[in-house]
């Protein structure tokens, strides 16, 4: 009868041990980095200033590609139409943070020639959230005195 007893409080101490037991959150899948969690395409409406004159632009697709973990490459649309048209301009080198669900992208200023061998410069900054990108950037491009300022929100495709 005491052994009965000992395998009986045995048996029931294994079973309230692995039904009391649970997994803890401590072991959570890494987080994905701000870089990689929003390369892809961006889809939407931009809207450019020259001297207080607007123009929008329907359906423009924007690319941002990771490049590592903190930084990634913004492809700004082509846009305009001749002979004002503007070819698309990659701008590398956009360092990127995460807090509290929105993805920042610092202020980058590049300069360099398109293919055709036309100069400009660059200022870019914008934020991701939900899967909506939100961006500015001012275009110096050619021998165009004034900058274009630029927005778009646009969402991933």
Do not use: H, R
């Not at 390369?39 to 590609?65: H, L, P, R």
């Not at 360099?112 to 660059?122: I, P, V, W």
């Amino acid at each position: 009868m005491k052994s009965f007893k000992f395998f009986f409080a045995t048996f029931m101490a294994i079973v309230c041990m692995t039904t009391f037991s649970s997994c803890g959150d401590d072991n959570d899948e890494p987080a994905t980095p701000a870089a990689k969690n929003i390369q892809g395409s961006y889809k939407g409406d931009m809207e450019c200033s020259v001297m207080g004159s607007a123009s929008t632009f329907e359906d423009m697709t924007f690319s941002v590609t990771a490049t590592d973990d903190s930084t990634v490459a913004v492809v700004l649309p082509a846009f305009g139409e001749a002979p004002m048209a503007l070819p698309s301009i990659t701008i590398t080198g956009v360092k990127v943070t995460e807090a509290n669900g929105v993805v920042t992208m610092t202020t980058t200023e590049v300069s360099g020639q398109t293919d055709a061998g036309k100069s400009y410069t660059c200022t870019l900054s914008g934020t991701v959230e939900n899967s909506t990108l939100n961006i500015k950037f001012n275009l110096q491009y050619g021998a165009m005195p004034m900058p274009m300022i630029c927005s778009s929100t646009a969402q991933k495709q």
